[in-house]
């Protein structure tokens, strides 16, 4: 029954030998106490709860899962699971657990944890955005309709193994386990914090929290217990909130800063940049994330196919990197780059205005049409919308430019028929777990397109709906590569019909002292931002 | 919002003055009252849905409405209004909808920080303010006047990020004197509080420059000139006590606006204040921490009114409160 049982218990073995993954250049030194800051303050730490990407990747380092990734990548590795099987019809999952592992509170960690801890995650008294994920386990709308607390779906025979059972095949399920919100905690320790779990965390992970001065900073410590040797390197990290980025930047400078959280601004990027430490002190990568323009296909003139593939061709999307100060690169398709599935060799719609004023006029808009387009109101996203609303005037379209709050915007897309245009920026998809069809379902798929949903082109194509499924079903670990090429063919058929204008894939910009060590993949983690567990202090 | 009021009259009894409070407390029941029905019936007529704002992008429908009902976001609004008035009157400001913590902690952790700032500033605001107010009294229509008032204009309408920054740049980076952002020490204060000061000292100074103005011409000041005093002792103990009134008042006003938070300054210097709590709440859609914040600095606002109310009679013994 458990064909890949043997292969998966072979890889983690292999896993385990390797002391560490092969990203480091140079050897990390463990210790070394360093200071990061941010602008917000840091929402909770509740697993079940946080979900920005400020306390995504402390939550990742607090707690841990049955799956994780390897530092720097999208592998997926065991990580509270020792082995794992799936059976032939993709239907159920076995996990057998490490054993010895404890809590920062002492307890151990047993199997009957881990489902305590997907069924709160789950429970509409939790009030999780991340419930959702666990939708293909057997009895899911039993607990999210309030008839039961425990998922019928999830066994703990012993204190070691876990079983899950699926009502349809998932691909995507082992990612779902490596998601924050399948992180497990101890019961006790919830319901000891009476409700304030997310600043009383407890978990079993590379760090414990020590201190939080709500408004001011947290201090989180290396857990020595932590269940994988030499892990994590740094012995302390303290998190200043409230920090205004450019004034992080000035004691980054002046090394009172190890890492600006929130990056650069783009005022300070060129002069940084030139500057004799700068290029150490920057961390440019790519993450999984697409910038785009919906074209709303329930509004006139949009529905129609042929204007839609013409404002394809009119937007001079080099010309956005540049407002970016080149932090980001011009995008044909949903996926971005680094996604599973992404294809290289795919063209898209070149910038091209003659053509697109060509089309327009087949469509029946020689002199164009007037439209409107919305984006959210801080910098730079303004400054995009307009430069997209110059390229829109080349080819006769005029649009006015609605830059409103995120909130407003986000209720104005998910409102049919209401917003023609919406520049994506600010609030661009990001991937939750690397795999391509976290970049469906949403904000592409029909079941998104309804009020209140994140699919702002109203686009819906039952037959690639029906692709979807299809390849989602495919949870065979050995055709991994085979559904990934699959998923990529769907996006790049949802071309053809142009619900979207795929415009940059953004780059995120991290600055880090000079004192920090650990390669440019360990600060933009494509799972986790900046990757607590890695990074290190060169002595 | 009421300005302090004044009647002059002989006395000044105690009995009035408990009257005074009584009524004002009232009031402030009442102004709180009608600041929560605005300000809950404002924040729940956004076109922007706080059960969506949580549940963030990959949340189902069906994610959003389970939020959405254990929010209470599908009472009636009335409803809804009333079960917050409730908790209020229990002291309960309710829960953030993105942090899950009890709103009346958060602000509270952020008080110490918010008075601290606030006191400094207005002490820089009123030294400053009174020095330079005087100077240019004394030297009425000349080229001092001039400048100071020319100052203080500038003052006034400098952005506050500007002053702030450049403090910043010249004192903690390029100096080094001051530590550049954080909440603790003396010395962390100096610099927020010296923006504050600059900016605002330009209202004291104007207002302390004609005040005094009318009160160097009066009978009395002629007579003490007359009687040989030092114009130091002139101006300190005869002059300046009776051009503090529309000081006192101004006060009032500033304990309330400070109180509210001072977003700009706070998010430069890192200072864990009110205002910073205040504008990532409204980022985020956090209706109840909004909502709260907003009480709590009509609350200030009110209650530093009511101070410089019961203040002005002490200092001016003409004046009695009415």
Known sequence: ?539 | MRCATFSIRRSAGVADMALLILRRLVQTALILLGVAAITFLLLYALPADPARMIAGRSATAQTVANIRRELGLDQPLLVQFWAYLQGIVQGDLGRSYAQKTDVGSLIAARIPATLVLMAAGILVEVLLGLTFGIIAALRRGGAVDRVVMMASFVGVSAPQFVVALLLLYVFAVTLGWFPMSGFGTPAHVVLPAATLGILGAGWYARMVRSAMIDVLNQDYVRTARAKGLSSARIILRHALPNAMLPIIAMIGIDIGQFMGGVVVVEAVYGWPGIGQLAWQAIQQVDIPIIMGVTLVSALAIVLGNLVADIIAPLIDPRIRAR
């Open chain 1, 1 to 539: 029954m458990f064909k890949s049982w043997l292969r998966n218990t072979t890889i983690a073995t292999v896993l385990a030998l390797t002391p560490l993954p092969s990203f480091a250049q140079d050897t990390p030194q463990q210790g070394g106490d360093i200071i990061v800051t941010y602008k917000d303050d840091i929402a909770t730490l509740d697993p079940a709860i946080g979900y920005d990407w400020v306390n995504w990747s402390m939550i990742k380092s607090l707690y841990s899962r049955l799956m994780d990734y390897e530092p720097g990548t999208a592998n997926l590795i065991p990580s509270l699971a020792e082995t794992f099987g799936v059976s032939d019809d993709g239907l159920t999952y076995t996990f057998k657990l490490r054993k010895g592992v404890k809590f920062t509170n002492g307890r151990e960690v047993v199997a009957s944890d881990v489902k305590y801890s997907i069924e709160r995650a789950v429970n509409p008294k939790t009030q999780g955005p991340g419930a959702g994920f666990f939708g293909s386990i057997k009895g899911y709308e039993d607990v999210t309709g309030g008839k039961t607390t425990t998922l019928e779906g999830i066994a703990a025979p012993d204190d070691s193994t876990v079983i899950f059972h699926l009502s349809r095949p998932d691909a995507t399920f082992l990612h779902v386990l490596a998601i924050n919100f399948a992180s497990v905690v101890p019961h006790e320790a919830v319901e000891a914090a009476g409700g304030d779990f997310g600043k009383k965390p407890v978990g079993s992970g590379t760090f414990v929290l020590k201190d939080w001065t709500i408004g001011q900073h947290l201090v989180f410590e290396r857990n020595p217990e932590y269940f994988v040797k030499d892990m994590p390197h740094i012995d302390k990290f303290t998190v200043e909130v409230g920090q205004e980025p450019l004034v992080a930047l000035l004691r980054l400078q002046k090394g009172e800063v190890d890492i600006a959280g929130d990056g650069i601004p783009p005022a300070k990027f060129l002069e940084i940049k030139n500057s004799a430490d700068g290029p150490k002190m920057i961390v440019d990568g790519q993450q999984l994330q697409t910038g785009y323009i919906t074209l709303n296909t329930k509004v006139k003139p949009l529905d129609n196919l042929k204007v839609r593939q013409a404002l394809n061709m009119a937007i001079n999307k080099d010309r956005i990197t540049r407002i970016l100060n080149g932090r980001a690169t011009a995008a044909n398709q949903p996926l971005p780059p680094l996604m599973p599935g992404y294809d290289k060799s795919f063209t898209g719609y070149a910038y091209d205005v003659e053509k697109a004023k060509a089309l327009l006029a087949e469509a029946g808009f020689p002199t164009g049409f007037e439209t409107v387009l919305y984006s959210t109101n801080t910098d730079p996203q303004p400054r995009i919308a307009q430069a997209i609303q110059q390229d829109l005037a080349a080819v006769g379209v005029k649009a006015e430019v609605r830059a409103l709050a995120q909130a407003n915007v986000i209720a104005a897309g998910g409102t049919e028929g209401e917003a023609p245009m919406i520049w994506s920026g600010g609030m661009a998809w990001i991937a939750d777990f690397p795999d391509p069809s976290n970049f469906y379902g949403p904000i592409l798929g029909c079941s998104g397109a309804v009020p209140g949903g994140w699919n702002w082109s109203w686009y819906c194509n039952q037959d690639i709906d029906k692709r979807a499924v299809a390849a989602d079903s495919m949870s065979d670990p050995a055709k991994v590569a085979e559904r990934s090429a699959t998923w990529g063919k769907i996006f790049t058929d949802i071309m053809a019909d142009a619900p979207w204008i795929p415009l940059i894939n953004e780059r995120r910009v991290v600055a880090k002292s000079l004192r920090m060590g650990g390669a440019d993949n360990i600060y933009i983690d494509p799972t986790r931002v900046i990757n607590y567990d890695a990074i290190y202090v060169k002595q």
